[in-house]
């Protein structure tokens, strides 16, 4: 997907402009992923190791909650776009302004200083009539006893990946930003959606196995705020797979159950799990 989707509604009134300044951290140098080594990167044409695009959806999402305030979440969405690398080290600056395409949203760019074009776009809106898709369509299943292939056939053939906790303690949540090297969760704070969608990779990681892979979109919508300390599972399946010239990409469809099978955060995946060059 290579533009934003259109979104059904969008809640009347502008947001608000939002800035960040952060530095970012490649917080994977030592996961089975090797895009985030230097020595794979560089044979890949990288300047060097790539920050993990769940770490810089993590920095972006403050921007988005500050424009919309206490909307967002409710009922927001955003859709983020990882067109360029992003590397340890680098000051990134955040800009959240009104969408001068789309009124009611707010575009937000990521880059370094200096950079020709932003590595990192999003879209945001609140869509307040959004309706929580079925939780029967994301049934509570068991992890297999060891991960398989992501190919094809087991996107074809498996209707739901294994389940996994997703734990929404504060000490949990403040620890993962202290390792980004993030300002911890505010006293009234909501679980932020970004920290959720970064299970992506551990919802992969326990179901499937996979070479290198680059994230490639994430597109995310809350149906209501979640409180810390919520008991959560993330549930999810393949929605699809196929080619172009970069490689092969997989759309990973996830949701996020409550304790009374309520789906209350949904977010779509992208990313390429085999590299072309690789």
């Known amino acids: 997907m290579s533009t934003a989707p259109a979104p059904d509604r969008l809640e009347a009134g502008p947001p608000g402009t939002a800035r960040r300044t952060v530095v ?25 190791a790539l920050v993990p695009g769940s770490t810089v959806l993590s920095y972006l999402e403050p921007v988005i909650a500050e424009a919309f305030g206490g909307r967002w979440h409710e009922s927001g969405a955003a859709f983020v776009q990882f067109k360029g690398a992003v590397y340890d080290g680098e000051e990134l600056q955040i800009a959240g302004e009104p969408d001068p395409d789309l009124p009611g949203a707010l575009r937000v760019a990521v880059a370094p200083d200096g950079a020709d074009r932003p590595p990192v776009v999003a879209s945001a809106w609140i869509a307040s009539d959004a309706t929580a898709p079925d939780v029967r369509a994301y049934p509570l299943t068991a992890p297999p006893a060891d991960p398989v292939p992501l190919t094809e056939a087991y996107a074809l053939d498996t209707q ?61 919508q809350q149906h209501r705020a979640v409180e810390l300390g ?9 929605d699809r797979i196929y080619g172009r010239k970069a490689g092969r990409y997989y759309v990973l469809d996830m949701a996020w159950v409550d304790a009374d099978e309520r789906v209350v955060v949904t977010a779509e995946h992208t990313g390429i799990y085999h590299i072309r060059k690789w």
Not at 191 to 205: G, I, N
């Open 160 to 220: 739901a990946m294994g389940s996994c906790p997703a734990p929404t303690d504060r000490a949990t949540i403040d620890a993962y930003l202290a390792q980004i090297s993030d300002q911890p969760l505010a006293a009234d704070a909501k679980v932020p959606s970004s920290y959720l969608a970064k299970m992506y990779a551990e919802l992969m990681r326990t179901n499937v196995t996979r070479g290198p892979s680059i994230h490639v979109s994430t597109l995310v």
């Open 230 to 238: 919520e008991e959560l599972t993330v549930r999810g399946r393949i």
């Open 24 to 48: 970012a951290r490649n917080i994977a140098a030592t996961s089975n992923n090797r895009v985030h080594s230097d020595e794979f990167a560089q044979e890949m044409g990288y300047r060097g």
